[in-house]
């Protein structure tokens, strides 16, 4: 976390230079080249399969990159496209399991139900939860380890709107505290408010990501982007 | 080495908790092995077959088979909402998944064979009186081996499309030798004889167990891999 580079709020936690990723035939990646500092917030925008859930799983080290370089410091948060929960257990069960799978102290899991909202639910079984009440427990449960960087896919989807209010909450308090923060989304405007750096991905090439644009300006460079793939 | 087996007792607790909530596994694995064993009793000629002969094979046949169901199982857990992904992101060693699933399996065998041993002895009137300790330590020796294998293979298949069909493909030849060897033991204690007198099979049964714990724990990263 020593690595300061210029122009940026913090050091580096994240650095990923000309990543690509093939499967089988079919190349998802290109030469993704992307750094993320301490205190920033990255979005992640593209069509349905640009390969966005696949970077987020390349950079989070569960699938391996088969060209380039990355290099990660810090601890490691992640909400992917799927909760990675146990639908047996209850909700403080879940993030109990996984605090003690890390050696982390079991409170945490409480305070985490409450800054989620789902300390009512803390003892139902997370079969019970609605898509809502789950995406929000896979959030808390990716914020057990108070990570440096906090990597998440698609993390407003299934939420209302207090949910995605209480969310963006957490991202910001995150971003305060000095955590990197990427989210891929479909809906910019869930994030705009936090002024992103913005990353457009198409065909598994990476466009920027271009620091602090408008939602207009955003919209307008996907446009340009996509229609022009 | 006290987060391997810390962390191993986490994974172990959890499956057990979680099994004893849903018991899906053990009741199914249960019935069957109670199927099993009262069909072959049923079904054998009593008068070409007495029942002590078709004892030994009638009991590996069907703990193997109720095993399979519990291993069937052992990985289901974790692929229903991705739970894998967040073990392997909390950072615990391969070692330590394999130690508490391999754990969880040997309680949740371990739990059909207690049950399975008394039907068995029912049914087939075997008479295991002061050989029952011996019986006992060939079905923990028998036991290890294949819940080693089961384990890495099902972590292997159950990712596959056909993950119910392949286990037992896969397993069943990495069977054959503790089974065999256990079938023999069990006829020599069902047939009043002293261990000692299969020492040769139970040499080769505990070789099994220690090649295939050492080689399962070994090689069981390589099915986290994608």
Redesign the interface.
């Known amino acids: 976390m020593s690595d300061q580079s210029p122009g940026s709020p913090g050091p580096t936690l994240l650095d990923v230079e000309g990543v690509s990723r093939r499967f089988g035939y079919h190349t998802v990646l290109h030469d993704v080249t992307l750094r993320i500092s301490s205190g920033d917030v990255v979005v992640l925008l593209g069509p349905n399969g640009a390969g966005k859930s696949t970077l987020l799983r390349v950079l989070?080290?569960?699938?391996?990159p088969h060209g380039g370089r990355i290099r990660r410091e810090g601890t490691?948060g992640?909400v992917?496209?799927?909760?990675?929960?146990?639908?047996?257990?209850t909700a403080r069960?879940n993030l109990q399991?996984?605090s003690?799978?890390?050696?982390i102290n079991g409170g945490r899991a409480d305070a985490l139900l409450d800054a989620v909202g789902l300390v009512g639910a803390g003892d139902s079984r997370?079969r019970t939860f609605s898509q809502g009440m789950?995406k929000r427990l896979a959030i808390a449960?990716a914020l057990l380890?108070d990570p440096d960087l906090l990597l998440l896919d698609e993390p407003f989807s299934g939420l209302d709107d207090h949910g995605v209010d209480v969310l963006r909450g957490v991202i910001e308090q995150r971003r305060d505290t000095g955590t990197g923060v990427v989210v891929v989304t479909h809906v910019f405007g869930h994030v705009a408010s936090l002024h992103p750096r913005t990353g457009i991905l198409v065909g598994g090439a990476l466009h920027g990501p271009d620091p602090g644009e408008n939602a207009d300006a955003v919209r307008a460079r996907y446009r340009d982007l996509v229609l022009h793939e | 080495m006290s987060d391997l087996v810390s962390a191993a007792l986490t994974i172990a607790a959890k499956d057990i908790r979680i099994e004893w909530r849903t018991r899906t596994a053990v009741i199914s694995a249960l019935v069957f092995a109670i199927l099993v064993l009262s069909i072959l009793y049923v079904a054998r000629d009593a008068t070409a077959v007495p029942a002590l002969a078709l004892a030994p094979s009638a009991l590996w046949v069907t703990f193997s088979f109720a095993a399979m169901i519990g291993l069937n199982r052992a990985f289901l857990t974790e692929n229903e909402l991705g739970a894998m992904d967040a073990i392997r992101l909390s950072g615990v060693s391969p070692s330590a998944l394999f130690l508490g699933k391999f754990g969880s399996n040997l309680a949740f065998v371990g739990a059909v064979e207690g049950f399975g041993i008394p039907i068995f002895v029912l049914f087939y009137d075997v008479p295991i009186g002061v050989h029952l300790p011996a019986l006992l330590l060939v079905t923990v020796m028998t036991t290890v081996a294949f819940v080693s294998v089961g384990t890495l293979l099902s972590a292997m298949v159950v990712q596959t499309r056909f993950a119910e069909v392949m286990l037992p493909v896969l397993l069943l030849p990495f069977l054959i030798p503790p089974v065999v060897a256990a079938v023999h033991l069990t006829a020599v204690l069902l047939g009043g004889r002293p261990l000692s007198a299969g020492l040769g099979w139970l040499k080769l049964l505990a070789a099994f167990d220690v090649a295939f714990v050492t080689l399962s724990t070994l090689l069981f990263e390589a099915t986290l891999s994608e």
Request: aromatic content about 10%; hydrophobic content about 50%; cysteine-free.
């Open positions: 989070a080290g569960l699938l391996r490691l992640l992917g496209h799927r909760p990675m929960l146990y639908g047996a257990l069960e399991f996984f003690r799978l890390q050696g997370v789950i449960r380890n």
